[in-house]
């Protein structure tokens, strides 16, 4: 690394970690991800102070150049980060798709009762198949 170059890499990853901090303290970033990027923050602390940690993690990983290094773990990082968030997409996808589901039948329900009573059976015996899935709906996705 050359003279100039590790001053510029200490301050910028001092600055990443203070923003990191300062974001936490905000509530702009969640506390499940707080650590992730509180390590991220410190992993880049170390490698701009022991730039040979770098070199010998470039020659274990068989890399030509540090850079190289750098830009593999960015990439895995990211790559993992956007497995992560695609599951939680996916999960909340479904929560909405459940609760979406059980105000409807609730809205639905709450509409019968301010009609009034229901004037035959056959109608009641509906209305308790949908309190039977709302029940359902609430047995799977309890939070």
Same mark, same amino acid.
């Given at each position: 690394?050359?003279?100039?170059?590790?001053? %510029?890499?200490? $301050?910028? =990853?001092?600055?990443?970690?203070? &923003?990191?901090?300062? /974001?936490?303290?905000?509530?702009?970033?969640?506390?499940?991800?707080? $650590? *992730?990027?509180?390590?991220?923050? =410190?992993?880049?602390?170390? &490698? =701009?102070?022991?730039?040979? =940690? $770098? *070199?010998? *993690?470039?020659? /274990?990983?068989?890399?030509?150049?540090?850079?190289?290094?750098? %830009?593999?773990?960015?990439? @895995? %990082?990211? $790559?993992? @980060?956007?497995?992560? %968030?695609?599951? !939680?997409?996916?999960? @909340? !996808?479904? +929560?909405?798709?459940? *609760?979406?589901?059980?105000?409807?039948?609730?809205?639905?329900?709450?509409?019968?009762?301010?009609?009034?009573?229901? !004037?035959? +059976?056959?109608?009641?015996?509906?209305?308790?198949?949908?309190?039977? +899935?709302?029940?359902?709906?609430?047995?799977?996705?309890?939070?």
């Amino acid at each position: 690394m050359l003279a100039n170059q590790r001053p %510029f890499a200490i $301050l910028t =990853a001092l600055v990443l970690t203070a &923003l990191i901090v300062y /974001l936490i303290r905000k509530r702009k970033l969640r506390e499940e991800y707080a $650590l *992730l990027w509180l390590i991220v923050g =410190a992993g880049v602390i170390a &490698l =701009a102070v022991w730039y040979g =940690a $770098l *070199l010998r *993690l470039t020659s /274990l990983i068989g890399a030509v150049a540090p850079t190289t290094t750098l %830009f593999i773990f960015a990439i @895995l %990082f990211l $790559l993992v @980060l956007a497995i992560h %968030f695609s599951i !939680s997409h996916s999960r @909340l !996808s479904d +929560q909405i798709k459940d *609760l979406t589901q059980e105000l409807a039948m609730i809205r639905k329900e709450m509409e019968e009762l301010k009609s009034g009573p229901p !004037s035959n +059976q056959p109608e009641h015996k509906e209305q308790e198949h949908d309190h039977d +899935q709302v029940s359902e709906l609430r047995k799977r996705n309890p939070g």
